[in-house]
């Protein structure tokens, strides 16, 4: 037979350890059921939860997106939230234990942070070059 596969988190990427179905009691006096994904470190046993979505699926907003690990569904132009996924992602780095991980995460934020230095450098001196006119 085999192995079990365990599945992954799409919010964090971390094992589900498992999930619960969690009762809530809406506006409207009826109740809808949210999954939650339940991680437990093994070292401290401490629990950590990540919302997964309604169990009935979605009335009205964005949905959980699998294919795209932790939700970074809708990336545009709104630089306010992108900077926010940003942040969120990067701090859910500091949940990971793999060293090789850590240093290609590590690697690849420096070389993106290369590149948007350049790009700043480059609107910088077009903003200059644009105010002596």
């Not at 988190?9 to 994904?37: F, M, Q």
């Not at 629990?47 to 979505?53: D, M, Q, V």
Request: glycine share 6%.
């Amino acid at each position: 037979m085999g192995e079990k596969v365990k599945e992954v988190c799409p919010r964090c990427g971390s094992v589900i350890d498992w999930k619960e179905r969690v009762k809530v009691r809406t506006s409207r006096n009826t109740y809808r059921y949210y999954l939650i994904a339940v991680h437990v470190d093994r070292d401290t046993k401490k629990r950590r939860k990540c919302y997964l979505g309604p169990v009935e699926g979605y009335v009205a907003g964005a949905v959980t997106h699998k294919e795209h690990l932790g939700g970074l569904e809708g990336l545009d132009q709104v630089w306010d939230r992108n900077k926010y996924y940003l942040e969120n992602l990067l701090e859910s780095f500091l949940n990971c234990s793999n060293v090789k991980t850590l240093k290609e995460v590590i690697h690849t934020t420096e070389t993106l942070l290369q590149k948007l230095k350049t790009h700043l450098n480059s609107l910088e001196t077009q903003e200059k070059q644009e105010n002596r006119k």
